[in-house]
């Protein structure tokens, strides 16, 4: 029998930290020899971490990166390795290095370079020309590097059928967005059994500024079934034993493979046969079990959310966080991550009530810090509003009190908050949601200040959502039923709800989602059932904020377009979408 046993090590990268990641791939490394492994295999730029976006122009930062590599390829003198790292040969490289007997054997360089979306790699790379397979222990192999994987001809489909190609490994490091897991899993299934052959997928994890990483490596055999499929959101070194004698018997009884070479122009692809290691004879490690079912809808988004929050605070050097609890669903829901992401020790709450919050608006804000078990400040700001009326009165003069004045507020808050940052080097968490940052319902240098927005990317319906799930995995009330069932509201002036000005948030998201996500227009969206001035005065809301959203923190990417890199909207635009 031909088995092979692979080691997909889904690592947690830092961008720029050549040193750091090299180290970690090695210790990985290390731990794959241990458990017997004869193939490792490491996500795409796993060296230098993913996105590095302009470090790429920095010719030092290149050659770190490829000392690196030469560095890694002297640990594989008993193992043979596949590395993503930046190729430089004339232009650089988006590539993959074949590591085997304490070498550099050669470089696979992606083909496909993606560029939409959160994507610019035809600003940084050129593309990949040549391919080709190895072979270890008689077993053929293809390399990939993530987008090559998504479309169904070259350079998949040449290594399976012009190089014969049993195995088929693809480097990724594809970011999260709800829904993902899914379909990546159905065109990894789709590959396998359209190649017969086994595809084993190795993805990267962790947060990068707006991006999460969600690893749930995989291996599908040539049936297009699951074999295996790592922790999601955890790193992980995900071990199998690859029978690659099934993969041949199956091809004996699937004539697509000849039929095709008979029908299509013959393609050339270079054969590396790498040198010969001994085996080792003794009995390997035996693998443990693990349980390969996916998280669900909400334990996914929350772990997205979790991730990209605590690597984004603890990779840039932070040691706590500090939020604005105002007694509302979004500081509770924010808070909480903040805990999963931290630890308790490391968050701190501040309520800065005013003549306008409510008594029970403090209370829930108190009891949620009680429950999560943080560190709680109550600093009120109502004599400094009183301070900033006088100040403004003359100004003012005569004119009746509007939003100016609710904005001093939240500006007030804002202006504590970042002083309470200064003062200790607490970074500041903001609390706005995709739905309130989507229409402009935030004031700028207010409740918009500070330095990573958790829930950016999270309707305020999902937000009600994940608090009940948060509160059902912990099996007891967390975020108080009282913040739940309230009425959303700022309490920036007497009776205040946020329906004043919005439409219910049931109503206001699947318009959101329709315009924003899905570029629908004003016609498509009437044909949802939704009142055409409703829609037309959402949508103008939307278009006339994008100088707030330009100005707002980085927050967690969860749904397949976020407010940020995805959407690329100029702020002086007289385009209207109706």
């Avoid at 590599?69 to 290095?97: C, L, M, W």
């Avoid at 707030?548 to 702020?571: E, F, M, Y």
């Amino acid at each position: 029998m031909r088995i092979l046993r692979i080691g997909l090590c889904q690592i947690n990268t830092t961008v720029g930290d050549i040193e750091g990641n090299t180290k970690k791939i090695l210790d990985y490394m290390a731990r794959g020899k241990r458990m017997g492994a004869d193939l490792l295999v490491f996500p795409e730029m796993a060296v230098t971490g993913y996105p590095p976006e302009d470090l790429l122009f920095m010719p030092k930062f290149i050659e770190a990166n490829l000392k690196a590599i030469k560095k890694i390829a002297r640990a594989t003198s008993s193992i043979t390795a596949i590395v993503g790292f930046v190729h430089k040969e004339g232009d650089i490289f988006n590539s993959a290095a074949l590591l085997h007997h304490g070498k550099l054997i050669d470089v696979y360089s992606k083909v496909y370079l993606p560029n939409y979306g959160v994507f610019d790699e035809l600003r940084y790379f050129h593309p990949g020309k040549e391919n080709f397979i190895f072979t270890l222990q008689t077993i053929p192999i293809g390399i990939s590097i993530c987008e090559d994987l998504w479309y169904p001809g070259d350079p998949v489909r040449t290594q399976a059928l012009y190089g014969g190609a049993e195995l088929m490994v693809n480097i990724s490091s594809s970011p999260y967005h709800s829904g993902k897991t899914t379909s990546r899993e159905k065109l990894i299934s789709t590959r396998a059994s359209d190649n017969v052959a086994i595809v084993a997928y190795c993805n990267l994890v962790g947060g990068q500024d707006e991006l999460v990483f969600d690893g749930g490596s995989m291996v599908f055999d040539q049936k297009g079934e699951l074999v295996v499929r790592g922790k999601q959101f955890e790193e992980d070194l995900v071990l199998a034993d690859l029978d690659l004698e099934a993969v041949f018997r199956m091809r004996l009884h699937d004539p697509r493979i000849r039929r095709e070479k008979l029908t299509e122009e013959e393609k050339w692809i270079k054969k590396i046969d790498l040198p010969h290691r001994a085996r080792s004879v003794g009995k390997k490690p035996p693998i443990p079990k693990r349980d390969s079912r996916p998280l669900d809808h909400l334990a996914e988004i929350y772990s997205a959310l979790v991730l990209g929050t605590g690597d984004y605070i603890k990779k840039n050097g932070f040691q706590k966080v500090l939020i604005g609890l105002s007694g509302g669903i979004d500081s509770a829901l924010t808070a909480a991550i903040a805990v999963d992401a931290l630890g308790k020790k490391s968050v701190v709450g501040v309520a800065m009530p005013s003549q306008y919050s409510s008594k029970a608006s403090l209370e829930d804000a108190k009891l949620l810090a009680k429950n999560l078990s943080i560190q709680f400040l109550t600093i009120p700001i109502e004599e400094v509003f009183e301070a900033y009326l006088k100040t403004l009165a003359s100004a003012f003069k005569k004119l009746k009190p509007d939003a100016a004045e609710e904005n001093i507020q939240a500006r007030i808050r804002g202006n504590i908050l970042m002083a309470l940052s200064n003062k200790f080097g607490w970074l500041v968490l903001t609390t706005g949601n995709k739905s309130e940052m989507s229409v402009g319902y935030c004031t700028l240098y207010g409740d918009m200040a500070g330095g990573y927005a958790v829930l950016k990317d999270v309707p305020k319906t999902l937000v009600y959502e994940l608090t009940e799930y948060k509160n059902r995995k912990e099996g007891k009330a967390i975020i108080h039923q009282n913040v739940i069932d309230k009425p959303p509201s700022a309490e920036l002036r007497p009776n205040q709800k946020d329906e004043d000005s919005l439409p219910p948030y049931s109503i206001l998201d699947p318009i959101l989602q329709a315009y924003v996500e899905e570029d629908k227009g004003v016609d498509e969206i009437t044909k949802m059932g939704f009142k055409e001035k409703m829609i037309k005065e959402v949508i103008q809301m939307v278009d006339r904020n994008e100088y707030k959203r330009r100005q707002s923190s980085p927050g967690v990417k969860i749904t397949h377009r976020a407010l940020g890199k995805d959407r690329r909207l100029p702020v002086t635009n007289k385009y209207r979408n109706f």
